[in-house]
T-cell receptor, first 113, second 110 residues
Framework: DGGITQSPKYLFRKEGQNVTLSCEQN?????MYWYRQDPGQGLRLIYY???????QKGDIAEGYSVSREKKESFPLTVTSAQKNPTAFYLC????????????FGPGTRLTVT | GQQVMQIPQYQHVQEGEDFTTYCNSS?????IQWYKQRPGGHPVFLIQ?????EVKKQKRLTFQFGEAKKNSSLHITATQTTDVGTYFC??????????FGAGTQVVVTP
């Protein structure tokens, strides 16, 4: 099956801990993205990567970090510096950047208490 | 950067009725994409529009890109309960950065 996997589906952490969310794709897509979605809100771009070993900040990158060491993997770390980390996190990929549609993973719901 | 505004934020529709949701920008857009997110799910790509005045249809859904490429609309005819969800428009800039609208949440009353 081709697609994007995110794990885990639900994640609980204590305040002050860093946590890493996994995103893997086997679609051979060059571009990958991380979004944050809060209840009743749209998608806000955290980071995106158009090629291995390169990534750019999105609109709300503060308190987050990413790496893109392999084409199929784009993990997101939510650091303790992120003031409101509880949210639904969505990973997406596309063949290339700009005019290509995005394919989304099922998401990870992170709760920090 | 460019931003897209969606209206309305919420849409309550009686089953069988038609409705339209809009996506507007103050700047000219290179493209518009539409996505649907079912409750508890993830966004799924519906369509992309790139040409001025472009109109595309998918069964009961009609998508339009404005002549000035500053707005887009999604019209659904004869709404069904399967149309429930949030519809997002999105656009990209030349650097590959996506910008999503806040979405229109659609509730269908049987």
């Amino acid at each position: 099956d081709g697609g994007i996997t995110q794990s885990p589906k639900y994640l609980f952490r204590k305040e002050g801990q860093n946590v890493t969310l996994s995103c893997e794709q086997n679609l051979n897509h060059d571009a990958m993205y991380w979004y944050r979605q809060d209840p009743g809100q749209g998608l806000r771009l955290i980071y995106y990567s158009q090629i291995v070993n390169d990534f750019q900040k999105g609109d709300i990158a503060e308190g987050y970090s990413v790496s893109r060491e392999k084409k199929e993997s784009f993990p997101l770390t939510v650091t303790s510096a992120q003031k409101n980390p509880t949210a639904f996190y969505l990973c997406a990929s596309s063949i290339g950047s700009a005019t290509y549609e995005q394919y989304f993973g099922p998401g990870t719901r992170l709760t920090v208490t | 950067g460019q931003q897209v505004m969606q209206i309305p934020q919420y849409q309550h529709v009686q089953e069988g009725e038609d409705f339209t949701t809009y996506c507007n920008s103050s700047t000219t857009l290179s493209n518009i994409q539409w996505y649907k997110q079912r409750p508890g799910g993830h966004p799924v790509f519906l369509i992309q529009l790139v040409k001025s005045g472009e109109v595309k249809k998918q069964k009961r859904l009609t998508f339009q890109f404005g002549e000035a490429k500053k707005n887009s609309s999604l019209h659904i005819t004869a709404t069904q309960t399967t149309d429930v969800g949030t519809y997002f428009c999105a656009t990209t800039d030349s650097w590959g950065k996506f910008q999503f609208g806040a979405g229109t949440q659609v509730v269908v009353t049987p």
